[in-house]
């Protein structure tokens, strides 16, 4: 069975969270590629899909939701997970965060099966004069929790390897 695990980001912290996603989905014996969305073309070699994307100011990134515009068919006939990254703090370990707007209609759209939230990262190499001011003013920080991550992957293989791969149609 093969995933595509795809992201978006802009400053780097959520490619960190999907290749942890890949590899956890690897270590449960699927085949997986981990592609930034904005490259992906066809769906076709994939039975499964996991997208991510970073949160700004609410929103998913753009590559995020262009893909699952591009993709929608596709990816209503398969299996697919989503997921956010934006808490610069504990909150989404806390509580279940809610998918934003983009992600909720796109959730609907496809009948995904299932969406986390999970805690971003902010340092200082992240572009932006905001991001700056917030690295200043103590907001910075990682908060990517590798554990909840990974278990989180665990689940969605241990789903995948306990149902047919894609929907007939
Ligand atoms: C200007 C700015 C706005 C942000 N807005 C949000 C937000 O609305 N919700 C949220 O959860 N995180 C927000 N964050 C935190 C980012 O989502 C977090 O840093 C994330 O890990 C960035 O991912 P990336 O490194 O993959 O781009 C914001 C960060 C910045 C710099």
Same mark, same amino acid.
């Given at each position: 069975?093969?995933v595509l695990v795809t992201y978006?980001?802009?400053?780097?912290?959520?490619?960190?969270i999907a290749?942890?996603v890949g590899?956890e989905l690897?270590?449960?014996?699927?085949?997986v590629?981990v592609?930034?969305?904005?490259?992906?073309?066809?769906?076709?070699?994939y039975?499964a899909v996991v997208l991510g994307?970073?949160?700004?100011?609410?929103?998913?990134?753009?590559?995020?939701?262009?893909?699952?515009?591009?993709?929608?068919?596709?990816?209503?006939? %398969?299996p697919v997970w989503l997921f956010?990254?934006?808490?610069?703090?504990?909150? $989404? *370990?806390? +509580?279940?965060? &809610?998918? =934003? /707007?983009?992600?909720?209609?796109?959730?609907?759209?496809?009948?995904a099966r299932g969406?986390a939230?999970?805690?971003?990262?902010?340092?200082?190499?992240?572009?932006?004069?905001?991001?700056?001011?917030?690295?200043?003013?103590?907001?910075?920080?990682?908060? %990517?929790?590798?554990?909840?991550?990974?278990?989180w992957a665990?689940?969605i293989? $241990? *789903?995948l +390897?306990?149902? &047919?791969? =894609? /929907?007939?149609?």
């Amino acid at each position: 069975m093969r995933v595509l695990v795809t992201y978006a980001t802009k400053n780097g912290s959520t490619t960190g969270i999907a290749e942890a996603v890949g590899d956890e989905l690897r270590k449960k014996g699927l085949q997986v590629d981990v592609v930034p969305a904005v490259e992906v073309r066809d769906l076709t070699p994939y039975d499964a899909v996991v997208l991510g994307s970073a949160i700004y100011m609410g929103r998913w990134q753009k590559d995020a939701l262009r893909f699952g515009k591009r993709h929608g068919r596709e990816l209503q006939a %398969r299996p697919v997970w989503l997921f956010g990254s934006g808490p610069l703090d504990r909150s $989404a *370990e806390e +509580q279940e965060i &809610p998918p =934003v /707007e983009g992600a909720a209609e796109l959730m609907a759209r496809i009948g995904a099966r299932g969406h986390a939230t999970f805690g971003g990262r902010l340092t200082e190499e992240a572009s932006g004069f905001i991001a700056s001011s917030m690295v200043k003013n103590g907001k910075g920080g990682d908060f %990517r929790n590798m554990d909840r991550i990974r278990a989180w992957a665990g689940t969605i293989a $241990a *789903e995948l +390897q306990g149902r &047919p791969l =894609v /929907e007939a149609h």
